[in-house]
């Protein structure tokens, strides 16, 4: 049985999923602390403060839906929301339930081991620290352990690197400096135009080009702000079981059905619109490559037409993934961008990097002297966060070692062979495809369902079958092959990280198909668990 100082929950992390599961489990009255890396709360808004960082979910929708009244007293300024405003924001949530004072901040959690006897987790911080508690949760993040390429010679660079997944808290100032940008996923291609306008000058190393999509940014005028207030619980409501946790609407043709000229409308008034709802312009277009290729010409026309110098759009033109298999970023001024005299693009496809210098960057045909290199080198995503805790569970798991050949989760929500671990947003769910903060608020709910089912029914470990994941792992595999998702070198297959098992780690059939996944396991007394006493075993 536990000891007295035991308690009932550790939370890691106080990013969007740690903040609501403190609420939630303070709520419910459990003995629980929390355990943060960064100085504050926010997680990826509190980490990623590049110039430019933005969320391309509606800022009305990327907001917590579990207190009327907050959604009330929150007015969003935006129609996308800026990393400060939404960095506020969760600021904003921590001191108005009074939540801080349960985390522990500036601590880094190192091991996690459950000792099958007490059926209790032990947690170790990187100050020695330890906490006892009968269930963990990972609330760590998808996209919190960035990648920092191992380039040849970067330990020579004399200027400064500068990431933007850790980008200092004071104002960085560029001017006068000759900038180099790293990569170009969400993070470079939101980035570069803000560096662009301060730098004496801006060159993009880009080594796969990806499409984006302009955001259309504005604020949100005080009519839609009403109308959002008028309609908030059922826009809520409707979110719950959306495919991507907000509200989307598609063609109700195929792309394949339509003749060229309602397609061009149809892709043009989702341009104009702005926002990742291109990708979804028509209901074929992830999974039907001659749906895809029309979706995709409109957009590389596009660029074309935006780009003055050919052979920079050309350069600009992906050629590895059809549109929106990787993430279809949004952004605001990037093709544009190209036109300025400072800025300059480099295919790394066509010219690989040799060498960091101490002075810059050799490519294999040209030398670029540099006082900045900014990387936005993406993440080590969904199981990075995961994988680098020494998580050991019963019967000697180790985490890092279950997962070496891709992640293998039940409902994304548990491991076989780690008891009480609940891991929030991460592989085998469809976060990363989905509105994260209906997919959080689902995930920590159904967490706190389990913790309150084995308090209620004296269970003191609750572990997934291996068969239940192992099947849930394959269907996320099936899934993922009646689409078109599978043809990208994407993060979401692990592609992005050298050495990773390429395995698709999202589960890409929809959210609200996936809620009602999760919800019919738990009305079914957590179907998929051995649910055990130590006493004595209880039927599942
Ligand atoms: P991403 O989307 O993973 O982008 C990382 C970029 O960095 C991508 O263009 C990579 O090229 C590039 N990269 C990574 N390593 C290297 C090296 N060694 N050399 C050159 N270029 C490199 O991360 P983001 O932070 O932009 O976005 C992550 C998610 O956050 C995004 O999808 C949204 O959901 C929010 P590659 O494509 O691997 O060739």
């Known amino acids: 049985a536990p000891t007295e100082n035991t308690r009932d929950l550790v939370i890691v992390g106080a990013g969007l999923a740690g903040i609501y599961a403190m609420y939630r489990a303070l709520e419910k009255g459990l003995d629980v602390v929390g355990v943060e890396a960064g100085d504050s709360v926010g997680g990826t808004w509190y980490w990623n403060r590049y110039p430019g960082a933005r969320c391309d ?22 129609r996308f929301a800026t990393q400060p405003e939404i960095r506020s924001y969760l600021d904003h949530v921590a001191d108005r339930y009074d939540l801080r004072r349960h985390f522990t901040f500036g601590r880094r959690v190192t091991a996690a081991h459950f000792d099958e006897q007490a059926s209790t987790w032990t947690v170790t ?49 560029l001017t006068g400096k000759r900038v180099g940008l790293i990569g170009t996923g969400s993070s470079g291609i939101q980035a570069a135009p803000l560096l662009a306008e301060q730098a004496q000058s801006l060159t993009v190393f880009q080594r796969s080009a990806n499409y984006t999509v302009p955001a259309r940014n504005r604020p949100l005028t005080e009519e839609e702000w009403e109308k959002v207030q008028e309609t908030y619980p059922e826009r809520r409501k409707a979110s719950l079981y959306a495919p991507a946790g907000s509200l989307s609407t598609t063609h109700p043709r195929k792309a394949t059905e339509v003749d060229a000229a309602e397609r061009e409308r149809a892709f043009e008034a989702r341009w104009q619109e702005g926002g990742v709802l291109f ?8 999974v039907d490559i001659v749906a895809n290729d029309y979706a995709r010409e409109f957009a590389e026309a596009k660029i074309r037409e935006i780009v003055k110098d050919p052979q920079v759009a050309e350069d600009l033109i992906p050629t590895d993934h059809p549109i929106g298999t990787k993430r279809i970023v949004t952004d605001t001024g990037y093709y544009e961008m190209y036109n300025r005299d400072n800025v300059e693009l480099v295919n790394l496809r066509k010219h690989p990097i040799e060498q960091v210098t101490s002075w810059g960057i050799k490519t294999d045909d040209a030398s670029y002297e540099l006082d ?72 920590v709910d159904w967490g706190m369902d389990l ?90």
């Open 57 to 78: 979910v509606e800022s009305v929708d990327y907001s917590y839906s579990f207190d009327r009244q907050l959604e009330k007293d929150w007015k969003w300024t935006e």
């Open 372 to 443: 900045v290199i900014v990387f936005a080198t993406g993440f080590d995503a969904l199981t990075g966060a995961l994988t680098s805790i020494d998580l050991r569970g019963a019967r000697g798991a180790v985490l890092a070692d279950d997962w070496a050949h891709g992640p293998e989760t039940y409902l994304g929500l548990g491991v076989a062979g780690f008891p009480n671990l609940i891991t929030l947003n991460g592989p085998g769910s469809p976060s990363v495809l989905a509105n994260m903060s209906t997919h959080t608020e689902q995930q």
């Open 451 to 540: 913790i309150e089912f084995c308090r209620a029914n004296d269970i003191d470990q609750a572990e997934p079958r291996k068969d239940a994941a192992e099947k849930w792992t394959a269907h996320l595999g099936e899934v993922a092959e009646g689409t078109l998702f599978t043809r990208a070198a994407s993060w979401y297959m692990g592609a992005n990280i050298e050495g990773k098992t390429r395995t698709f780690m999202p589960y890409i059939g929809g959210f609200g198909n996936y809620r009602r996944i999760c919800d019919e396991a738990r009305d079914n007394g957590f179907e998929g668990y051995v649910l055990t006493r130590v006493s004595a075993p209880v039927e599942a």
């Open 279 to 286: 990708a979804k312009t028509f209901p074929d277009q992830g």
């Open 125 to 173: 911080l990187d100050d020695g620290t330890r906490h006892r508690a009968r269930f963990l949760m990972m609330a760590t993040g998808c996209l919190s352990a960035p990648n920092r390429p191992d380039l040849p010679g970067i330990d020579e660079y004399a200027g400064t690197q500068l990431f933007t997944a850790q980008w200092p808290d004071e104002p960085v100032d």
